[in-house]
């Protein structure tokens, strides 16, 4: 049964090696982000590669928004045997300079889309007995104030990972939480968008933990 992967947050780096390694294995692959100009380019560069991709341009803030275009990429592509979710606040604002709604808005991007998206794809996760892979962070076991939303985003997205697990393993369901515990560079020896994808790539595979500390 062909396959595909619905990549929530779709960018240049971690996600776009995402794209490439899955789209490798013989998925196809849809892309939400808030630029219209860069998924082109991004579905470019895949066609490049041989593999097939789709996107919709939503802003992840935006609920409605991003649901409308969950529906929009079922009818435009196979199955989605994959959700991967690497949306973040990645607001680099002070604890002390942020208010309530910031910090909700925030909040919403980080964490709870990844529900709503979740909820959005329940029909072909659960036909496909598939995997929702979380891009998690070290800032939520080192919180750090100078970047707060991040740090909570982070955090939601590793108690969220535990939580959705309990409720949908039992449906066949994997969910999985790789915490990005160093600096994601091109150069890296340890931590580059490829290793990162590879480690996704196993997790997926393996499908025995729900977190994956690196």
């Not at 709604?101 to 998206?117: H, K, P």
């Amino acid at each position: 049964m062909q396959k595909s992967i619905l990549i929530i947050g779709m960018g240049q780096g971690l996600s776009l090696a995402i794209a490439e390694k899955f789209g490798k294995e013989g998925y196809q692959v849809g892309m939400i982000s808030r630029s219209a100009d860069k998924l082109a380019g991004f579905q470019l560069h895949l066609d490049k590669m041989g593999i097939v991709s789709n996107y919709e341009k939503a802003d992840l803030s935006d609920t409605e928004q991003m649901i409308e275009a969950i529906e929009k990429l079922k009818v435009k592509l196979p199955v989605f045997g994959i959700l991967h979710y690497n949306a973040v606040d990645a607001r680099m604002i002070p604890l002390m300079e942020e208010t309530a709604d910031s910090l909700t808005t925030g909040f919403r991007i980080s964490v709870g889309n990844v529900l709503e998206a979740v909820k959005a794809l329940m029909d072909d996760l659960l036909e496909s007995k598939g995997s929702v892979l979380l891009t998690g962070g070290g800032s939520a076991n080192y919180p750090n104030a100078s970047i707060a939303s991040i740090s909570l985003g982070k955090a939601g997205i590793q108690s969220l990972a535990y939580m959705l697990s309990d409720c949908l393993k039992a449906k066949g369901i994997y969910v999985g939480t790789l915490t990005v515990s160093g600096w994601i560079n091109p150069e890296s020896k340890t931590h580059s968008p490829a290793i990162l994808a590879e480690k996704f790539w196993k997790m997926n595979k393996d499908r025995k933990v729900v977190e994956v500390t690196y």
